[in-house]
């Protein structure tokens, strides 16, 4: 019914960037709540940062001021600009939806893409 799809990813240096978009498919009349969670290895899985399809956006503390996420609503899409990157931030990011109304159904679902895999060396 819906299907995220990540890109981008990949390997940096401390301090370096990266960016993750995703986008949705699907027969999408509104999302509600785009995220990006992430699982460090050997660790339970966090949240990063999260964007309301209001414009509200949030952010874990240990991420504030390093990583911005953006929507384009009219893309179904979310994007992750992660700057200053630490060693700590290395983890698989998954791109999650919720809040999904599609055309033809009334009840909400959710989705979760296939995630992509950042690390970052010291």
């Known amino acids: 019914q819906v299907q995220l799809v990540e890109s981008g990813g990949g390997s940096a240096q401390a301090g370096g960037s990266l960016s993750v978009p995703c986008v949705a498919s699907g027969r999408i009349r509104t999302i509600v709540h785009m995220a990006w969670p992430r699982q460090p290895p050997g660790r339970q899985s966090e949240a990063v940062a999260r964007?309301?399809?209001?414009?509200?956006?949030y952010y874990a503390d240990d991420v504030k001021g390093r990583f911005t996420i953006s929507r384009d609503n009219a893309k179904n899409a979310v994007y992750l600009q992660m700057n200053a990157l630490k060693p700590d931030d290395s983890a698989t990011y998954y791109c999650?939806?919720?809040?999904?109304?599609?055309?033809?159904?009334?009840?909400?679902?959710?989705?979760w893409g296939q995630g992509t895999q950042v690390t970052v060396a010291s």
């Open positions: 999650r939806a919720t809040g999904v109304f599609l055309r033809d159904s009334m009840a909400p679902t959710d989705a």
């Open positions: 964007a309301d399809n209001d414009g509200e956006t």
